[in-house]
């Protein structure tokens, strides 16, 4: 946020800050939506997930959440 100037907010288990870049792990992110009405909501407008360890990505938890978001752009990152 201080070198982009960019709202950077986070979900996680006691905290939901929504902001226009926000950050969340990905087991929060399946528990929450369809839960917590905020979570659920945001990600109805969701227009890119950017995803670490994409590894993981062909799980059945990841696999939850794309199918939750409508509307998509989605970037794969691995450590070599």
């Known amino acids: 946020e201080r070198y ?3 709202k950077v907010g986070i979900i996680k288990a006691q905290e939901i800050n929504i ?3 926000t950050v969340a792990m ?3 992110i399946v528990n929450r939506i369809g ?4 979570v659920t909501n945001f990600f109805d407008d969701v ?3 950017i995803i670490d360890e994409v590894h993981r990505a062909g799980s059945a938890t990841y696999e939850s959440l ?5 509307h998509h752009f989605v970037s ?3 450590a070599p």
């Not at 839960?35 to 905020?38: F, G, I, K, R, Y």
């Not at 794309?66 to 409508?70: A, E």
């Open 4 to 6: 982009t100037g960019i």
């Open 19 to 21: 902001q226009p870049v």
């Open 26 to 28: 990905i087991t929060t």
């Open 35 to 38: 839960v917590v009405d905020e």
């Open 47 to 49: 227009q890119c997930i």
């Open 66 to 70: 794309y199918l939750r978001v409508r």
């Open 76 to 78: 794969d990152f691995l």
